[in-house]
């Protein structure tokens, strides 16, 4: 047998050395150069209420897979508001999307931190109304990264969408 077939390639060991870990916003090789848009319970749940919305007009069945993603999805749904319509839940949940994507903080170095996508959507999913920094860090590990102001902002940011999204009548 050859000295090449019994040790692993570079390839292989550099595989095998990066492994998933939320905590270090790791996720494996095969999402190195893959750009994700993570989406949050609330914005598939209402993606799903309005595709559900559709197939009744158009006297479709839904599959069962489709009802328990539904199902899942408004179980775990922190921001909803029957009496809003879709268009006000989509534009309110767009606008948090969109400041948490575009949120940035400058370290003592100079170096501008920004949230991952996964951590947008981890905090979307996760977040109440009186959810503190120290209960975030716990939950989104990675978030410890940023100095507890910041963190504290970011909570602020998706304390005043929620209460918009929950509050009663229009925006």
């Known amino acids: 047998m050859a000295e090449s077939n019994r040790t692993p390639s570079a390839a292989a060991t550099s595989a095998v050395a990066k492994v998933e870990n939320t905590a270090e916003l790791s996720f494996g090789t095969e999402f190195d150069d893959a750009e994700i848009n993570i989406l949050s319970n609330a914005q598939v749940a209402v993606i799903l209420q309005m595709s559900a919305q559709s197939a009744l007009i158009r006297d479709e069945e839904l599959d069962d897979v489709y009802k328990k993603t539904q199902k899942y999805v408004e179980r775990f749904n922190n921001m909803k508001n029957p009496e809003k319509d879709n268009q006000e839940l989509v534009s309110e949940l767009d606008n948090l999307h969109g400041a948490l994507e575009t949120f940035r903080k400058e370290k003592e170095d100079g170096e501008e931190m920004a949230l991952h996508g996964f951590?947008?959507?981890?905090?979307?999913?996760?977040?109440a109304t009186d959810t503190m920094v120290e209960e975030a860090q716990a939950l989104i590990p990675s978030l410890s990264r940023f100095p507890e102001s910041a963190v504290d902002e970011i909570l602020d940011l998706i304390r005043s969408t929620m209460i918009r999204i929950v509050s009663y009548g229009g925006s």
């Open 119 to 127: 951590e947008v959507a981890a905090l979307m999913n996760l977040v």
